[in-house]
């Protein structure tokens, strides 16, 4: 089973960055894929990142391109989501999930972390 932990969540000023980390355990092959999901109160939940756990076959969603990064620290067995140029629109829930094959879907995924609060003031 895999296991995810999210961490870096808090409060910051519109313009501001904060960068994200989800450390996982478990059985990961390289073929898996890693995402970065968010929710808002209200809303549907939606695709922000994913990588795979090789670290190649990035995608981002049209909102977040070029002010997110996903990358994936081999040492640390972790996936980050390094977050700049942050919007008001950008608060919500962020989430890290695990599936195969790699997609934007949440419902292709099978498992999940916690969450990490995001807020972003005007």
């Known amino acids: 089973q895999v296991q995810l932990v999210e961490s870096g969540g808090g409060l910051v000023q519109a313009g501001g960055s904060l960068r994200l980390s989800c450390a996982a355990s478990g059985r990961i092959y390289d073929t898996y894929g890693v995402g970065w999901f968010r929710q808002a109160p209200g809303k549907e939940r939606e695709f922000v990142a994913a990588i795979r756990w090789s670290g190649y076959s990035i995608t981002y969603a049209d909102s977040v391109q070029g002010r997110f990064t996903i990358s994936r620290a081999n040492a640390k067995n972790t996936v980050d989501l390094q977050m700049n140029s942050l919007k008001p629109e950008d608060t919500a829930v962020y989430y890290c999930?695990?599936?195969?094959?790699?997609?934007?879907?949440?419902?292709?995924?099978?498992?999940w972390g916690q969450g990490t609060q995001v807020t972003v003031s005007s």
């Open positions: 999930a695990v599936g195969r094959p790699p997609t934007t879907q949440a419902s292709g995924y099978d498992y």
